[in-house]
């Protein structure tokens, strides 16, 4: 029985480690917070005007971006609105899929939960493990994601920006598609340790009256 406890235990930090990147180096630790609104707002701007030219975001509305990350509408629908869209629409792609298909090969994947299934780690590792090399069609290839097909959009960011920088600025932007993929998460959290925090309180008062219950029994 313990053996099989102990081959069920390895089978799921195999399973955990594999989520997080499995055994590649160029994966390291995504310096998220999702309590930071203003590295979330941040996030935000840069996946607007970095992302969203060819990524959709389907299960994301602007107005719930609004509201979670405390964007007055006016603001959002002036700065991260470049559509026609409305502040109730989702976050389309500005670009159409059958064209985006057709100059990449294959259509971009929407973006929304994307950071659930790879991880925040994976998502942060590649953004930054951009690297030149003159064999691939764009010029550029990612240690993380070998023989990638997409360019290394935001190159000119990079290159402007210090090193230091531009990985603060891919943590803002990995921050973001967290908060994306699952939007109540810090609420989810939240209410996770309050309910630990509870049952704590609960067993004490378990404990006195189970003992004032037994404290006559020999």
């Avoid at 994301?60 to 559509?83: H, W």
């Avoid at 959009?153 to 803002?172: C, H, I, P, R, Y």
């Avoid at 996770?192 to 006195?208: C, E, P």
Wanted: charge should be negative; glycine fraction near 6%; aromatic fraction near 12%.
């Amino acid at each position: 029985m313990k053996k099989l406890i102990v081959l069920l235990v390895a089978m799921n930090m195999s399973m955990l480690v594999q989520a997080a990147g499995g055994n590649n180096e160029h994966v390291v630790t995504a310096p998220i917070n999702m309590d930071d609104k203003a590295s979330l707002q941040k996030g935000a701007q840069i996946y607007v005007n970095n992302c969203q030219g060819c990524h959709s975001a389907n299960f994301m509305r602007y107005e719930r971006i609004s509201d979670d990350l405390e964007i007055p509408a006016d603001i959002m629908m002036e700065n991260l609105v470049f559509t026609d869209g409305k502040i109730g629409d989702v976050m389309e792609s500005a670009i159409p899929q059958d064209l985006a298909k057709k100059w990449f090969g294959t259509a971009p994947p929407d973006l929304s939960l994307q950071a659930r299934v790879r991880g925040a780690d994976w998502v942060y590792s590649y953004l930054t493990s951009f690297y030149v090399d003159e064999s691939r069609p764009w010029g550029v290839n990612n240690h993380v994601f070998k023989d990638v097909g997409m360019p290394h959009v935001l190159q000119t960011m990079q290159e402007s920006m210090g090193d230091k920088e531009f990985k603060t600025n891919m943590a803002d932007l990995t921050n973001f598609m967290v908060y994306m993929a699952e939007p109540i998460r810090a609420t989810r959290e939240s209410l996770g340790y309050k309910v630990i925090a509870f049952l704590f309180v609960l067993l004490f008062f378990v404990y006195m009256l189970n003992r004032e219950y037994w404290k006559d029994v020999h």
